[in-house]
């Protein structure tokens, strides 16, 4: 059992000599050091030594073993302070190379201009109120007068959940929540996404912004419609902009009017922005149909209102001379950085 324990010493030695690494030299002192370890095995064999040879034997067992921790120990301080300085050299910072510019984000065209028509309406003394964009089918069709054979309410216009909830197809719905749950006067605009079944092309998209207003209050006129419109084209467009109604039909206004705003560009004169007419599109607008005032709860022969909408993605078309929508949604930094 001596010569066992000088050859485990001898092995182990030699093992320790070509150690490159903490991993393999923790296997080594599993190896010989472990419960199942060389060592080990050969101290279970010590009960079958006489009484005179038991404690000889232990003393070189122990004097082995401690041989064997110190070397390991040994070779763990100088692996270790090698590994720390391959560490700390592959980490190393040259603080004379200069640094990395981060480049800063900014606001996407669309937000910059919605922000711009929030203010307006702020200034005029307007609230920002939400919905949510998954909508019942009463809010977005039956409250707002647009009957069961509506063209609208067509699956080829409208994306079905089921056939009570729709994706919203117009930001109105949030006037209906706002006139069930509020009592007059009402002032707000409602602007959100919206959704229509159309095929993605240079001037549609099945997603879209619209920002969409609501006067409540009583006396109101179609004169304080106009008076409103004309003060937020003033401030979005300049003081020499002047608006235009023409009649139309919307289900939920009473009367209804198409606006448009003189062309920004040739100022009425004809030009290729307004196709030669003089005059561009912007929103829809009219008085709130009696209809809708009475299936919020609101009395139509006390009260009166006015209600708007305008497509975001129209106006900044025509604020940055863009002609193709879908610019606005593909993340194109070349275009984005224009803005």
């Known amino acids: 059992m001596r010569e066992q324990l ?20 923790d296997e080594i002192r599993i190896r ?5 370890g060389e060592l080990t095995a050969v101290l279970r064999g010590m009960g079958g030594l006489s009484a005179e040879e038991r404690p000889l034997i232990g003393a070189l067992a122990n004097q082995v ?14 692996l270790s302070s090698s590994a720390r300085e391959a ?3 592959a980490e190393k910072i040259d603080v004379t190379i200069g640094g990395k ?43 707002l007068n647009i009957p069961k054979n509506h063209p609208a309410r067509d699956t080829q216009d ?11 197809t117009q930001t109105s719905p949030v006037q209906i929540r706002v006139m069930e749950n509020s009592k ?6 409602a602007p959100g996404r919206v959704f229509r079944s159309d095929a993605v092309d240079a001037t549609h998209s099945p997603l879209f912004h619209q920002i969409e207003g609501l006067v409540i209050d009583k006396g109101i006129t179609m004169g304080d419609l106009k008076g409103t419109l004309e003060v937020f084209v003033k401030a979005l467009y300049g003081n020499d902009a002047r608006t235009r109604f023409r009649p139309h039909h919307f289900p939920f206004t009473e009367p209804s009017a198409e606006v448009d705003v003189s062309c920004f560009v040739c100022g009425g004169d004809g030009c290729r922005v307004c196709k030669g007419e003089g005059w561009i599109e912007i929103l829809g607008a009219g008085m709130v149909h009696p209809k809708v005032l009475a299936n919020c709860g609101i009395d139509p022969e006390i009260y009166s209102g006015f ?18 929508l879908r610019l606005f949604f593909e993340n194109d930094l070349r275009f984005l950085n224009q803005f």
């Open 6 to 25: 000088e050859q485990i010493k001898t092995l182990a030695a030699q093992a320790l000599e070509g150690v490159t690494d903490l991993k393999e030299l």
């Open 32 to 36: 010989y050091l472990g419960k199942k």
């Open 65 to 78: 073993r401690e041989e064997i921790e110190a070397a390991i120990a040994a070779k763990d301080t100088l």
């Open 87 to 89: 560490q700390m050299a």
């Open 101 to 143: 510019r981060r480049s800063m984000g900014k606001r996407h065209p669309l937000s910059q201009v919605l922000g711009e028509i929030q203010d307006i309406f702020i200034g005029m003394g307007f609230c920002i109120a939400e919905g949510p964009d998954v909508e019942l089918d009463y809010y977005n069709f039956e409250a």
């Open 158 to 168: 409208t994306f079905y959940i089921n056939d009570n909830v729709v994706l919203r």
């Open 184 to 189: 007059p006067p009402i002032r707000i605009i």
């Open 307 to 324: 209600a708007f909408g305008l497509g975001l993605e129209r106006v900044a078309m025509r604020r940055y001379d863009i002609d193709d």
